[in-house]
């Protein structure tokens, strides 16, 4: 895969492990026969580290032997989180240190997470960009405060914390980005 093709959300082998690209960085250069850098801001699916890399325009990556496929949250116990395929009903668990961050956001349900499958094993999921959580607890909303960009903490129903307007209430079901866990607006 050209570096010119690499778009966010590609999934890439670097260093012989898959990386999902999060961002991506085009520097042009600003004299002739200057080359065009590609700058990708990335995360190794299996171990979550950040990966940068820097590719010239000619350059290339492989592609990952790699599958997206629709899941549903089923359960947690106390060591693993179980997920449930929604076209052939094949059951996944990962263990629940792997899946720390993204449990902050799932919910019973939650549409359009996707089981990360590498050499057919689980290896992650992905979550959509925003997800509906209800707010549970929260200062009470005040009125006429909508003109100030104050913000408050509130916590939602899977015990994030994410700064809110002042206006909202508790039990109002709001947008959160799950990419950095910020209030986006209500559902």
């Known amino acids: 895969m050209q570096a010119k093709e690499i778009k966010s959300g590609a999934i890439v082998n670097y260093n012989n492990a898959p990386c999902l690209i999060e961002s991506v960085t085009v520097q042009s250069p600003t004299a002739r026969g200057a080359a065009t850098y590609y700058k990708y801001r990335g ?3 299996i171990t979550k580290q950040k990966v940068d890399i820097t590719l010239r325009g000619g350059e ?8 997206k496929r629709p899941i549903k949250f089923m359960y947690a116990d106390t060591t693993h989180v179980h997920f449930l ?3 052939n009903y094949e059951q ?39 997800v509906e959580l209800k707010v549970v607890l929260c200062d009470p909303g005040i009125k006429g405060s909508s003109a100030t960009a104050r913000t408050k903490p509130a916590t939602l129903e899977t015990g ?15 947008k959160v980005d799950t990419r950095d866990g910020s209030y986006l607006s209500r559902a």
């Open 43 to 45: 995360r190794n699916v």
């Open 60 to 67: 290339s990556l492989d592609e990952a032997d790699f599958r």
């Open 85 to 87: 395929d929604s076209d």
């Open 92 to 130: 996944y668990s990962l263990a629940k240190e792997d899946v720390a961050e993204e449990s902050q956001y799932m919910t019973e349900n939650l549409e359009g997470m996707q089981a990360l499958i590498y050499n057919d094993a689980c290896v992650g999921v992905q979550l959509p960009v925003a």
């Open 160 to 174: 994030l914390i994410v700064q809110v307007p002042e206006y909202l209430s508790q039990g109002e079901t709001i």
